[in-house]
């Protein structure tokens, strides 16, 4: 499969983002991408950096005229787009949704963000709701694709259920960076443990992963912190954690990656995790933590 990932700076002019994210999108189909990757929230600046009841005006509803912009730029590329909205489910209820539209610009399906951090800069509980569609695919005419968002990535059960559910590539729309204070060593060691993490999700699921995160600096509106500075790295990797790409982490990136997806099958007859899993066992897994 040719998947299209779009690593992108945004402003805080949304037109432009949508628009530039609209131009990549139909210049990657034109050069043969067939699944096209965007990053989280990707219309706006990650307003999550400050708690503020008026960004809850950037939340579109899924009947809304941007939602009908992405179905039609799908539909006119004939590809597959996995987009990351702020959505406005009723008055006072918002999710991190996902949307996933086929190659005729049909909604395939959604996938609302289940894990909702809260730290500074990182404000997402006070707009998002927990997600309440659980781990299930999205059917569409390329396969099966297990969407997540962001904090999504670091939980493993969240990839061993989209697995257990037939998903047959994980997806990771994403905005992380680093803050200026940290040091240099603890900005490579974040960068790597996300990238490590995910990896691992690869490797324990015999599956493909695919992760598009934003990039460049978005400063903080309050004057708190000194913002955030998105670490780029969009990457996609193969069913054995190898790295098939790498993104810079300091340049926007468009690129096609093409993946082997009949090699997911080799891999798990190699290593046969999913036979080998005591689930008579498991029972605690369920559990906050074993006292």
Known sequence: MKIGLIQQHNTSDIENNRRRLGEKVVELAR????????QELHDSLYFCQVENVDNFDLAVSLDSPTVDFYSEIARQS?????????????????????????????IAGKYRKMHIPDDPAYYEKFYFTPGDLGFKPIDTSLGRLGVLVCWDQWYPEAARLMAMNGAQMLIYPTA???????????????????????????????LPVVTVNRVGHEPDPSGATN???????SFVAGPQGEIIYLAPDDEETMTIVDVDMKR?????????????????NYGDITRRFID
Do not use: C, M
């Not at 913002?227 to 790295?233: A, E, L």
């Open 264 to 280: 997911s099958e080799q891999v798990r007859r190699w290593w046969p995790f999913l036979r080998d899993r005591r689930i008579e």
């Open 227 to 233: 913002g955030i500075t998105f670490w780029g790295s």
């Open 31 to 38: 050069r043969g991408a067939e699944l096209v990757v965007l």
């Open 78 to 106: 004939g590809v597959v787009l996995v987009t990351s909205l702020f959505e406005r489910r009723a008055a006072g209820l918002y999710h991190n949704t996902s949307l996933v539209f086929d190659t005729d610009g049909s």
């Open 176 to 206: 992380i960076g680093w803050e200026s204070s940290d040091t240099p060593d603890e900005k490579a060691r974040q960068r790597e443990a996300w990238i490590t993490v995910q990896r691992g999700h690869a490797v324990a699921n015999g």
